[in-house]
C-alpha cells in the first residue's frame, strides 16, 4: 500500500526558511514523479512543483520559481521540499503527492507551515 | 498558463439526488482533466483521471465526460459520505499543472 508521510512543518517568522520531507513506501520511489501541493486555510488547492523520478528536472508554479527548491533522494525514498523567504501568504498545509500516468494520484496528509511573527 | 473554472461554487442537494459539477479551461486541455475529491481535515482523493477515467477504488455512481474546454462530474445518486469539496485539475500544461477553484457540495 502506497504511504506518503510529510514532516517538517511548524511555526516560522516571515523571511525565515523550512525545509519539508515526505517520506515514501509501498512502492518503487524511484520510478515516480513527485508533486508539491499546498493549501492555505480555508482555501484551495494550489499545485507547487514537480521533480522526475531521477530528480534531473525540476518545475514550478511561475508565482513561487526561485523561493521553493524540490529535491528527492531516491535511496532514502525521500522526497523534499525548502523554502527560503517565507512570506505570510505562505502559510498553508503543504502535501505530497505520487504522480501516476501524469496526476496526483496518492497524496500524503500533509503538514502545516504556519508564517507569522 | 491554463486558467479553469469551476461551477457552481456550492451547490445544495440532498441525499439520493443527481450532482452535476462543470469545470471549464480558458483553452483546450484534450482529455488531461482530473477530478478529486476533499473532505474537511484530508488530503484530496482521485477520482477521476484523463476525464473519464475512474481511479482504483471509486464507486460507479462517479462518472467523468467532456474534452477539450468543458467537462462535467457527475454524481449519479448522492451518498452522505459524498458531501464534500471537489476540485478539478489540468495536466495539459505538463510537467505544470493547474487546479480549479472547488465546487462545494452540501447538505440542503
Known amino acids: 500500500e502506497v504511504h506518503l508521510a510529510e514532516s517538517g512543518g511548524g511555526l516560522v517568522q516571515p523571511g525565515g526558511s523550512l525545509r519539508l520531507s515526505c517520506t515514501a513506501s509501498?512502492?518503487?520511489?524511484?520510478?515516480?514523479?513527485m508533486h508539491w501541493v499546498r493549501q492555505a486555510p480555508g482555501k484551495g488547492l494550489e499545485w507547487i512543483s514537480m521533480?522526475?523520478?531521477?530528480?534531473?528536472?525540476?518545475y514550478y508554479a511561475g508565482s513561487l520559481k526561485g523561493r521553493f527548491t524540490i529535491s528527492r533522494d531516491n535511496k532514502r525514498n525521500s522526497l523534499y521540499l525548502e523554502s527560503s523567504t517565507l512570506r505570510i501568504e505562505d502559510t498553508a498545509i503543504y502535501f505530497c503527492?505520487?504522480?501516476?500516468?501524469?496526476?496526483?494520484?496518492?497524496w500524503g496528509q500533509g503538514t502545516l507551515v504556519t508564517v507569522s511573527p | 498558463e491554463i486558467g479553469l473554472t469551476q461551477s457552481p461554487a456550492t451547490l445544495s442537494l440532498s441525499p439520493g439526488d443527481r450532482a452535476t459539477l462543470s469545470c471549464r479551461a480558458s483553452q483546450s486541455v484534450e482529455k488531461y482533466l482530473a477530478w478529486y475529491q476533499q473532505k474537511p481535515g484530508q488530503a484530496p482523493r482521485l477520482l477521476i483521471s484523463?476525464?473519464?477515467n475512474r481511479a482504483t477504488g471509486i464507486p460507479a455512481r462517479f462518472s467523468g465526460s467532456g474534452s477539450g474546454t468543458d467537462f462535467t462530474l457527475t454524481i449519479s445518486s448522492l451518498e452522505p459520505e459524498d458531501f464534500a469539496v471537489y476540485y478539478c485539475?489540468?495536466?495539459?500544461?505538463?510537467?505544470?499543472?493547474?487546479f480549479g477553484p472547488g465546487t462545494r457540495l452540501e447538505i440542503k
Open positions: 521533480i522526475s523520478n531521477d530528480g534531473h528536472s525540476t
Open positions: 484523463d476525464a473519464s
Open positions: 485539475l489540468e495536466r495539459h500544461s505538463w510537467p505544470l499543472s493547474s
Open positions: 509501498g512502492f518503487t520511489f524511484g520510478d515516480y514523479a
Open positions: 503527492a505520487q504522480v501516476v500516468r501524469g496526476y496526483a494520484s496518492h
